[in-house]
């Protein structure tokens, strides 16, 4: 025979199962209570956190957007850690564990989705903290050549002498050397040139280093450099190395040009000759035009 439905056993069953939570409730306040305290902390720790390292990208000299970036992530894993902990108060083992597993199941699809991104963006946090390479830096790397004018988490974008702009990935960077000009107040111009076979060798080369000399200052141990480099097909090659002030491709372009005339002027004025190479043609066969037979 079926039994039939006690509507008043019914709600003692609701009533008893609703105590049971409270019981429940009321056992584990203080756990709750500590873990709300101690992720409010965690939120405020994050949040000072965060600041202290805008601050010490902001000495660093680095990107707004890269500090901004990287005191946003650097607050979400402290929060996240927070997160855990109070979890772990409220002996919510499985739930923590569920969390952590699929926290780490989707990361390792995000990660293998994103693996150029996230290799961009680590190699832009990497290159924030960098001090050879700064906005306004004059740099040289995977064949071009330009002005620093922004470093992101993805990217670096350099203007070029031409004005264009060219975004590299902060992987090559990384990845490839890279040349600074800015970081060194100081460079080295090498000028190559060549004078005739009949010069005085010797007066050349006291003239080319007082001409030099003469316009840039050699500060220190600094000092004037030139040798002789081989005979070469129509002069004896030379080079002479000296230093100046550079900061930028530029700056080598303009003390070449400045070297250029002053040697110039000085060995026109002392009769040093700069040969150039002379081709000359020599007909060996005597040419005769005869008339085709048959022609009256």
Known sequence: MEEKFNIQKSIGGIYDKMDGWLDS?????????????????????????AKIINRILLKKGSQASIRQTTAKVTRIV??????????GLLNLDKVLTSVLAGAGVLGLAIGLALQGTLTNTFSGVILSFLDELQI???????????EVMTIS?????IKESDNNYVMIPNSKIIDSPFKNFTRTPRS???????VAYGSDLEMVQDLTKETIAGIFQQRGNEEVEFMYLAFGDSSIDFV???WTDVT??????????????????AFDQN?????????TIDFTNNLSINKPKGDS
Do not use: H, Q, S
Request: aromatic fraction near 12%.
């Open 25 to 49: 409730i009321i056992l584990n306040l203080p756990n709750f209570l500590l873990a709300i305290v101690v992720f409010i902390i965690f939120v405020i720790i994050a949040k000072y956190v």
């Open 78 to 87: 402290v929060i996240a850690i927070g997160f855990f902990v109070a979890l």
């Open 136 to 146: 306004g830096d004059w740099i040289e790397t995977n064949g071009f050549a330009g």
């Open 153 to 157: 988490l993805r990217n670096i974008m």
């Open 188 to 194: 080295r111009v090498m000028l190559n040139c060549g």
């Open 240 to 242: 002479v190395r000296f």
């Open 248 to 265: 930028r491709n530029k700056d080598v372009l303009v003390a070449k040009n400045t070297a250029i005339i002053a040697i110039k002027k």
């Open 271 to 279: 009769k040093v000759t700069i040969p150039f190479p002379i081709r």
